[in-house]
Antibody, heavy 119, light 112 residues
């Protein structure tokens, strides 16, 4: 069965960086895309960007353009999301989600990773 | 960016009764291929979101047939024909037409 398993909760200080992983199993990793979506407390879901797991192409939301980097390791069937220059407003649950390479329906989601930014 | 709105934001329901959620987009989600690029997701308490509806009206795998999606262009509706206790949670619409993909604010469905 398809599973996306994310790394554990993180606590960071303002200005630091965080890197969250998303390990995929149960399907051919390179045939799909992986997206990152975050949910700050009391806020709506916010799409951050995606990576084509096959060719590594990425696209980011302008809201995060200069601070987010999404990568993947096909040998480990794992995608990563790194967010730099953290501020308190980045405190949120971060999700990875799978879609087809040319459709944008998020059919499987990771369990979420809580990132807390606090001094 | 395409702005998504939903109404109502809170929906108390009686088990067995129907429920309806409206979603509107600031731009048409109708692609030239004839499909509406609109998803519905349900986030149950303490869980990750799950896909309910894709392309406006298609149920995702395993989704009960009491859920149905309709609409076109900028106006969409999710209907539950008879709400069950397991349907409580926050329902989100999302436009999948163009990046950045954007979500509605969510509609919280709970039992009266």
């Amino acid at each position: 069965q398809v599973q996306l398993v994310q790394s554990g909760a993180e606590m960071k200080k303002p200005g630091a960086s965080v890197k969250v992983s998303c390990k995929a199993s149960g399907y051919t990793f390179s045939n799909y895309a992986l997206h990152w979506v975050r949910q700050a407390p009391g806020q709506r879901l916010e799409w951050m960007g995606w990576i084509n797991a096959g060719n590594g192409n990425t696209k980011y939301s302008q809201n995060f353009q200069d601070r987010v980097t999404i990568t993947r390791d096909t040998s480990a069937s794992t995608a990563y999301m790194e967010l730099t220059s953290l501020r308190s407003e980045d405190t949120a649950v971060y999700y990875c989600a799978r879609s087809g390479p040319s459709n944008w329906d998020f059919d499987y989601w990771g369990q979420g990773t809580l990132v807390t930014v606090s001094s | 960016d395409i702005v998504m709105t939903q109404s109502p934001l809170s929906l108390p329901v009686t088990p067995g009764e129907p429920a309806s959620i409206s979603c509107r987009s600031s731009q048409s989600l109708l692609h030239s291929n004839g499909y509406n690029y609109l998803n519905w997701y349900l986030q149950k308490p303490g869980q990750s979101p799950q896909l309910l509806i894709f392309l406006g009206s298609n149920r995702a795998s395993g989704v009960p047939d009491r859920f149905s999606g309709s609409g076109s262009g900028t106006d969409f509706t999710l209907k539950i024909s008879g709400v069950e206790a397991e349907d409580v949670g926050v329902y989100y619409c999302k436009q999948a037409l163009q990046t950045p993909f954007t979500f509605g604010p969510g509609t919280t469905v709970d039992i009266k």
